[in-house]
């Protein structure tokens, strides 16, 4: 299979985080803060040409914490049938290229409580218990260090 990330804008994403992450909302409503921010990635994941995965990350500080150069990653997925084989990791390189590339040191999530493991395996820890999100289950707060 011929695979691809590169830069997709944030209309291109909301279609996917629609489809994967909260198919109860349209892209419409799938508007996150950030999204629209000079410097926020949303990379998408090409395989064989299809739009298969997708993950965002724009600069925001995490809850509680005024550090700047800290940013968010938001509506990470890979279509099930591809989960995996590599592709998700291969997506939050590329998100952890573009924060460092911006003076990032920190990078943060809720990470449904599902995937903690796929996180954990890229070096994000928990920071706090679970908490549940209307519609899409518990989550956890997670973070990492870029650069280390």
């Given at each position: 299979?011929?695979?691809?990330?590169?830069?997709?804008?944030?209309?291109?994403?909301?279609?996917?985080?629609?489809?994967?992450?909260?198919?109860?909302?349209?892209?419409?409503?799938?508007?996150?803060?950030?999204?629209?921010?000079?410097?926020?990635?949303?990379?998408?994941?090409?395989?064989?040409?299809?739009?298969?995965g997708?993950?965002?990350?724009?600069?925001?500080?995490?809850?509680?914490d005024?550090?700047?150069?800290?940013?968010?990653?938001?509506?990470?997925?890979?279509?099930?049938e591809?989960?995996?084989r590599?592709?998700?990791?291969?997506?939050?390189?590329?998100?952890?290229?573009?924060?460092?590339?911006?003076?990032?040191?920190?990078?943060?999530?809720?990470?449904?409580?599902?995937?903690?493991g796929?996180?954990?395996?890229?070096?994000?820890?928990?920071?706090?218990?679970?908490?549940?999100?209307?519609g899409?289950?518990?989550?956890?707060?997670?973070m990492?260090?870029?650069?280390?």
């Open positions: 299979m011929a695979t691809d990330i590169r830069p997709i804008t944030a209309q291109e994403v909301r279609v996917l985080r629609s489809v994967l992450l909260r198919p109860f909302e349209t892209p419409e409503e799938l508007v996150y803060h950030g999204d629209d921010d000079a410097d926020t990635l949303h990379a998408g994941l090409f395989v064989d040409g299809i739009l298969s997708i993950a965002s990350v724009c600069r925001e500080p995490m809850p509680d005024a550090d700047q150069r800290a940013w968010r990653l938001r509506g990470m997925a890979v279509r099930p591809l989960q995996g590599g592709y998700g990791r291969a997506l939050l390189e590329r998100c952890l290229d573009h924060v460092l590339s911006g003076g990032g040191t920190l990078l943060w999530c809720n990470g449904r409580v599902s995937a903690a796929f996180y954990r395996t890229l070096g994000f820890d928990v920071v706090d218990e679970p908490f549940e999100i209307p899409t289950g518990p989550h956890y707060l997670m990492r260090a870029v650069g280390d």
